[in-house]
Nanobody
Framework: QVQLVESGGGLVQPGGSLRLSCAAS????????MGWYRQAPGKQRELVAV???????NYADSVKARFTISRDNAKNTVYLQMNSLKPEDTAVYYC?????????WGQGTQVTVSS
């Protein structure tokens, strides 16, 4: 059973930074892609960033140049570095991973950007 455990969320002031981590229970080489979605209250879940096994990354327009997704294969972990945070980035952030069989989800971590 694949498990994804997120960490790193919290409260930060506008303009601040956070780094989210997503640790997988097994090797992340088995996943075609891993990434992050977010869901704000009253809004649909939206894709924030995705990284493939080969290291190619894509981002939502709203976070380009502010967020960076990366992976550490030795630690079976994917990261989301979030800089220049805005109040509209406030949401629950969910890590996901795709293999040939299914999509797996983490439990989510709250990010709140507020002064």
């Amino acid at each position: 059973q694949v498990q994804l455990v997120e960490s790193g969320g919290g409260l930060v002031q506008p303009g601040g930074s956070l780094r989210l981590s997503c640790a997988a229970s097994g090797s992340i080489f088995s996943f075609n892609a891993m990434g992050w979605y977010r869901q704000a209250p009253g809004k649909q879940r939206e894709l924030v960033a995705v990284i493939t096994t080969g290291g190619s990354a894509n981002y939502a327009d709203s976070v380009k140049a502010r967020f960076t997704i990366s992976r550490d294969n030795a630690k079976n972990t994917v990261y989301l570095q979030m800089n220049s945070l805005k109040p509209e980035d406030t949401a629950v952030y969910y890590c996901y991973a795709d293999d040939i069989r299914s999509r797996y989800w983490g439990q989510g971590t709250q990010v709140t950007v507020s002064s």
